[in-house]
């Protein structure tokens, strides 16, 4: 074929997938054959299959790796892709979804639709993949067209349609699937090849054949459907390439298949995986050394790939499976996950390292296998899909690397989410380090995975920053709390954090946004996922009585169901855990007549959390890999918060509480003080939603979905410099019970304590702190502005009470800076809203201020003792003095006369 012609040749790649043993290898080898590529037939019986290249599936009669062959027909080259159908290797099938233009799903004429058939219906549905279906086996008895057809069409789709009929009555049938097509029809009588291949392409026709693999039989039939209805694809001029899945040749060459999906790939031309997105630390460019076009075993050597072909690529070393390179976007994560958990025996003297290496290039080419190393234990564990990938993996090692691994008992590979929003802060700052940061985590819909989203303010944290910590959380996301599970179904947003000008480094927002997750999830509710199967039980009517028991144990559901005559089909799904042995059960109460098949549905919530959780023991508290608590910083020297008190101590702002009676705002207030705890953040989500409907939290910018007329302290210009807070000093003192004792007798001495108090928490949150008191009914008060320490102090002037100074003041910063009040009074409330200040109740306040240093009660207890009414003042007081004079501190407003005391 000369070049000329490659270019305007249309390249259509076909997946064949089916349940095991359909007959998949079966029916490519016909079609080969048929399309004149082969000219003798193999057979997966005889071990010589075209398709079934390796010695280990030649030996076992089934497929493992997905395999390539090209087939050039006229004005089409079909490159068909043959893949595993045991559940096992699913992942492997899955990944080739990700290049397919269109899927042939082969049913088996005896089985019927099996639950994995199923499970692959949904897949395909979910990668939108146009499909065709063929229906083998119709050799042997039992195989009933019309009755199979009828379940396609009731259980696959109402868009399945005989393609074996004549054509008048295919019109009729496939005219049903479209508006268009239907008005077509009804107007001409006929539909063209090309309204069917666009009803095709739209996934609203399924051409249905009926056929042989092993005879030949319907094998023409399925190859003209695909050369006349096959979608054909378009690709850009700009380069683009996916990577599907990667591999190793009999000589251990590292090999890349990808598919070209835009321009030409030439031999020798540099790829990288730059994106934008992409950490400039993981970004790699390599040279394609050898492009390799495979047909089964054999290959040959191409100069160049155009657009749609799928290839090999030897010479590159950084690639992984799922990668967009050029033009081409990265895929979503796969759907399927090891749900098994081995430990690996490592024959006497191997050394775990040297072994661990290893296995990590397997880990490489499976993707239904994650190689843990638990470092406590010094210990390997496999996670994988189940025996028959279990027992594939001990042979592939003992081939490629010739050690004989035994493997421990299975365990299940649980997950965990939680069932509400919750914000989470972490914030890390020994010497000379710096970091903050601030999460929303959201549950997200059950197989959604983990997703990661910003919607932080470029002011608070720049981009580079939060694109660093979003690739840190997605590279290396931190386990839940239950088991120190891998989290899922989550949705992390980061809505806030601060990187200090010369401190910070990459590892600092690292170790914050590890806090942040785990102290999110700390004061969330947690739920731990155990793995679900599908299964499909065969069985003699007699034995279901006995299996119905069973499920119902285990923890499963069935579908109802009508035995046949003699034999029985139940369907339904249940718990792996339950699950993943009663094959050889059911082996054995039915005397070998059952027939169990299983395929992974998804994750559920476990039926006995408490238990599952204790059986593994894990404590996250002492998790010291993945603290929950922060690391702050006081004289030059880092001390721990505790989880549950880091909300107190945070330099960023975050949400504002929210207590009955208060106007609701959104979590997302970029420049909000934070008051409330975790759960108190969950609740408001939940109160905010209730009163305004959901929040648009998948896009969400804090800014640009601020509701009108839902206050906005933050609004259009986010304020920057130092906080204000605003304390309505007699207004607190007599809100606090410890201050209200003290001022029954002396107000002075109250006084004194709420200022002593202050100092010590201006010193921690570094806030410009103006307390003010009213003095309004003093005759001839002239007002004063004064110093104490580290505090501005303002004693209002006659006629003006402190609620109108607080109101003033917060007119007058609040353009610039952002503000906040503590104070109790109802009406003062409102008119500091309106300034966009935000109000701190007294008792919240009390909770901050407790929190800080977690002194209060200290000092309060010295200076409550009759024989020390003076404020004793640590050392610690001093250097906070010290510090905060050395601070060029703004003068409150309307700072009348300044009189030192
Ligand atoms: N009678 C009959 N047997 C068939 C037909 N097609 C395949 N087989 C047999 O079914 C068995 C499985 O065939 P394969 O082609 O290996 O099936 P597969 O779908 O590739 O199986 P896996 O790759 O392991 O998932 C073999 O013994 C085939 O000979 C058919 O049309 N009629
Ligand atoms: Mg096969």
């Known amino acids: ?97 990700q290049i397919l233009d269109c899927a042939v799903l082969v049913v088996s004429g005896t089985d019927g639709l099996q639950s994995h058939t199923r499970t692959l219906w949904r897949l395909l549905e979910r990668y939108g993949i146009p499909a065709f279906i063929f229906v083998n086996k119709m050799d042997l008895p039992g195989a009933d067209r019309a009755a199979l057809l009828r379940e396609l069409r009731e259980r696959l789709s109402g868009g399945c349609v005989d393609f074996g009929e004549e054509t008048k009555a295919v019109w009729e049938n496939a005219a049903l699937c479209g508006e268009e097509a239907l008005t077509a029809y009804l107007e001409t009588g006929a539909l063209s090849d090309k309204t069917l291949a666009e009803l095709v392409g739209a ?99 191409a100069e160049e790939a155009g657009a749609g072909t799928v290839c090999a690529v030897a010479g590159l070393s950084r690639t992984r499976p799922g990668e967009g390179l050029g033009g081409e976007t990265s895929a979503p ?37 994650r190689v843990v190393w638990n470092d406590r234990l010094r210990e390997i564990h496999l996670q994988l899909m189940g025996e ?41 700052e020994p010497l000379r380090h710096y970091a903050e940061v601030r999460l929303l985590l959201e549950p997200g819909p059950g197989g959604s995975g983990l997703v990661f989203a910003a919607a932080c303010p470029e002011e608070e944290l720049s981009w580079d920053w939060q694109r660093l910590i979003l690739s840190q959380l997605r590279a290396s996301p931190p386990p839940g709390i239950l088991t120190g599970s891998p989290l899922t179904d989550l949705k992390i947003t980061l809505v806030g954090g601060r990187a200090h000008e010369k401190h910070t480094e990459g590892g600092d927002f690292r170790q914050a946004a590890c806090r942040a997750v785990r102290q999110g999830l700390a004061g969330a509710e947690n739920v731990l996922l155990e793995p679900w199967y599908d299964f499909h039980l065969e069985l003699p009517a007699g034995c279901l009585g006995r299996a119905m028991t069973d499920l119902q144990r285990m923890g499963g559901e069935t579908d109802p169901c009508q ?99 208060e106007p609701e705002r959104t979590v997302s207030g970029p420049r909000a003080a934070y008051t409330g705890t975790a759960e108190q953040d969950a609740e408001l989500m939940a109160i905010f939603e209730r009163t305004y409907g959901p929040v648009k939290r998948r896009e969400f910018r804090p800014r640009e ?24 000093g007699y207004n607190i003192i007599f809100a606090w019970d410890e201050l209200k004792r003290v001022a029954a007798d002396n107000l ?79 009406a003062e409330q409102l008119i500091i809203w309106g300034h966009g200040a935000l109000r701190v109740s007294a008792s919240a306040f009390h909770e901050e201020v407790t929190q800080v240093g977690g002194q209060i009660a200290a000092i309060l207890d010295r200076n409550n003792r009759p024989e020390s009414r003076q404020p004793v003042r640590a050392a610690m007081d001093r250097a906070l003095l010290e510090n905060a004079q050395r601070r060029e501190d703004p003068e409150p407003p309307e700072g009348k006369t300044v009189k030192k005391r």
């Open 1 to 97: 074929m000369d070049n000329g012609m490659k270019e305007t040749m249309k390249r259509v790649c076909v997946g064949l997938l089916a349940h095991v043993d359909a007959g998949k290898t079966t029916l490519s080898e016909a079609l080969l054959y048929r399309g004149g590529c082969l000219r003798t037939l193999g057979r997966v019986d005889h071990q010589d299959a075209f398709l079934d290249t390796e010695t280990l599936e030649r030996e076992r009669g089934i497929t493992i790796f997905s395999k390539q062959a090209v087939l050039p027909l006229e004005n089409v080259e079909l490159q068909l892709l043959d893949t595993p159908g045991h559940a096992d290797f699913s992942a492997e099938m899955e990944r080739t979804l």
């Open 203 to 301: 996934r609203k026709l399924f051409p249905c054949f009926f056929g042989s693999a092993l005879r030949l039989e319907g094998v023409d039939a399925l190859l003209d459907g695909l050369k006349r209805y096959a979608p054909r694809p378009s690709y850009p001029s700009a380069f683009g390439a996916r990577v599907y899945k990667i591999a190793r040749d009999p000589q251990g060459v590292r090999l890349t298949f990808l598919k070209v999906t835009g321009g030409v790939l030439r031999v020798k031309a540099l790829l990288t995986n730059r994106h934008p997105g992409v950490p400039e630390e993981d970004v790699w460019e390599e040279k394609a050394d050898q492009l390799r076009i495979y047909s089964g075993a054999k290959f040959h050597p």
């Open 333 to 369: 994560a796969p759907v399927l996950e090891p749900v098994l958990s081995y430990r690996v025996e490592l024959p006497e003297g191997c050394d775990p390292g040297g072994a661990l290496s290893r296995l990590r290039q397997l880990e490489e080419e499976d993707p239904m296998l």
């Open 388 to 428: 028959v990938q279990l027992e594939i993996l001990r042979r592939l090692i003992l081939d490629r690397f010739g050690l004989a691994v035994e493997f421990g008992a299975g365990g299940i590979v649980y997950r965990e989410t939680i069932t509400a929003p919750a914000l989470g802060a972490g914030h890390f």
């Open 563 to 661: 035995p046949a005559g003699e034999e029985a089909v139940l369907t339904g799904c249940g718990p792996a855990a339950g699950l993943r042995n009663y094959a050889a059960e059911v082996a054995a109460y039915t005397h070998g007549q059952g027939r169990l098949s299983c395929s992974l549905r998804g994750y559920e919530p476990c039926a006995d959390q408490a238990a599952a959780a204790a059986a593994v023991g894990y404590d996250w508290r002492r998790d010291t890999d993945y603290p929950a608590d922060s690391v702050f910083c006081a004289h030059g020297t880092g001390f721990t918060v505790p989880w549950d008190q880091v909300w107190g101590y945070l330099h960023t702002a975050s949400a504002p509480r929210v207590e009955a009676g």
């Open 705 to 728: 979905t601020a509701r009108p007329e839902a206050p906005a302290p933050a609004a259009d210009a986010p304020p920057a410099g130092p906080e204000y807070l605003l304390v309505d």
């Open 748 to 826: 002075d001495a109250a006084r004194k304590q709420l200022l002593d108090l202050l100092c010590n928490y201006q010193g921690f949150r570094k806030c410009v702190v103006i307390v003010v008191f009213d003095a309004y009914r003093v005759p001839g008060n002239p007002g004063e502005a004064t110093r104490y320490h580290n505090l501005h102090v303002v004693y209002t002037k006659e006629s003006q009470t402190a609620d109108a100074y607080i109101e003033k003041a917060t007119y007058e910063i609040g353009r610039g800076h952002r503000v906040r009040v503590a104070t109790s009074d109802g």
